[in-house]
């Protein structure tokens, strides 16, 4: 059974500009996580979509922002890109909402 | 205060030897994660739990709700061990996880 995919493996931005990560998750899996992992700050919780709705949001700015598709898969756009967007982006997927969260290998962004 | 503090931050250990990374927490959790992410940035799920112990091959992960802590230990560590190690915790209400910092550990031959 395939896992958590991921793309683009690596997106080079420049600032200002937007980026779009995508991420299909386990068959069957309905709910999607997104996550971002900065330099030094350790992971954080970006976002939580769950049977096509926003379930949950961390603190990050309305310039992150994605969706769900009918197909449980999502994206995740970053619009007006800063400098310290820079950062490896995960995605992971559930069966249910307290179900295990199994990871993707990530996004790794880098904004210049 | 962070709500996830993981000790130690770095540990290095020779082959063989036994392991244990430790995790607090200071909110209610309905189920801790832990995870290991190796260089590169791929993250493994390696255990969820919300009582008692769980083990898989050489990794036993243990947590004491009244105490608000969690253990992961490695027996018979190995090289292919290294990684960093992360405790994650869900939130009661909200699902979301809130993650520690992270152990990195590395296993010396």
């Known amino acids: 059974e395939a896992g958590v995919t991921q793309s683009p493996t690596h997106l080079i931005k420049t600032r200002g500009q937007q980026a779009t990560l995508r991420c299909s998750p386990i068959s069957g899996h309905t709910s999607v996580y997104w996550y971002q992992q900065a330099l030094g700050l350790g992971l954080q919780f970006l976002l939580w979509y769950d049977e096509g709705e926003e379930r949950n949001r961390g603190n990050f700015p309305p310039r992150f922002s994605g969706r769900q598709f009918p197909n449980y898969s999502s994206e995740l756009n970053v619009n007006a890109l800063e400098l310290e967007d820079s950062a490896l982006y995960l995605c992971a997927s559930s069966f249910g909402t307290v179900d295990e969260q199994y990871f993707g290998p990530g996004t790794r962004l880098t904004v210049t | 205060k962070n709500e996830v503090e993981q000790s130690p931050q770095n540990l290095t250990a020779q082959e063989g030897e036994f392991i244990t990374i430790n995790c607090s927490y200071s909110?209610?959790?309905?189920?801790l994660h832990w995870l290991q992410q190796h260089p590169g940035g791929g993250i493994v799920s390696l255990f969820m739990l919300s009582s008692g112990k769980k083990k898989h091959g050489r990794l036993i992960a243990t947590i004491n709700i009244q105490e608000k802590h969690s253990s992961l230990h490695i027996t018979a560590s190995h090289p292919r061990d290294s990684a960093v190690y992360i405790c994650?915790?869900?939130?009661?209400?909200?699902?979301?996880?809130?993650f520690g910092k992270g152990t990195l550990l590395t296993v010396n031959p």
């Open positions: 909110v209610g959790i309905s189920a």
């Open positions: 994650a915790v869900r939130g009661g209400s909200n699902y979301k996880l809130t």
